[in-house]
């Protein structure tokens, strides 16, 4: 039996659920997001809850009632408070400059680089080497900070790259003078 789905929900205040056959709508003041789940799980709102159930007792069954629970309890707090990620830029001249929804990073290469923010997310610079990604779908906030990332990913010797902020890159020693 899954653990995770057997959780009841709540729903925030504020925050709307709507169920049609197999498609589930949250609507809150961030914004508002569907989900089609699986038919091998039903879900009931009661009494200002959210119940994921399985309809028969399988392995599968048991596996999407899990990802189903933990997919909409995500829908409810993306669409109450939403959802953010902090990237930091550690390097000789590495840094962000955030200019309408178009982020321009210096990352060692010989050009800068331009990435445009989908038009949902919100990107806000805290310094020059720091900035935070703002949005209520925790998979495309997650998505977009990746891609990010990816343009220069952490080095385990000197550190430097893009990383989050509460990531921690594993440093090697590098070579030993004999």
């Keep these: 039996m899954s653990r995770i789905g057997e959780r009841k929900l709540n729903i925030p205040e504020g925050v709307t659920v709507e169920i049609n056959k197999n498609v589930i709508t949250v609507k809150g003041p961030k914004g508002e997001l569907s989900y089609e789940f ?5 879900v ?5 809850k959210v119940i994921t159930k399985q309809v028969k007792n399988t392995k599968t069954a048991n596996i999407m009632q899990g990802t189903t629970n933990s997919l909409i309890n995500n ?3 993306g669409v ?6 902090s990237l930091e830029a550690v390097g000789v001249g590495y840094r ?3 200019s309408g929804n178009k982020i321009t990073v210096n990352a060692g290469y010989s050009h800068p680089i331009v990435i445009e923010t989908p038009s949902d997310l919100k990107v806000t610079s805290e310094s ?3 900035i ?3 949005g209520f779908d925790k998979q495309k906030v997650s998505e977009f900070a990746a891609n990010v990332r990816k343009i220069r990913e952490p080095e385990p010797y000197k550190g430097k790259g893009i990383r989050y902020k509460d990531e921690h890159v594993r440093r090697k020693e590098g070579k030993k003078a004999s």
Excluded: P
């Design 80 to 85: 109450s408070t939403g959802f953010s990620k």
């Design 38 to 42: 699986s038919n091998l799980v039903n």
């Design 96 to 98: 962000f400059s955030v």
């Design 132 to 134: 935070t990604i703002h």
């Design 128 to 130: 020059n080497t720091e």
């Design 75 to 77: 829908m409810l707090i």
């Design 44 to 48: 009931l709102v009661e009494d200002n």
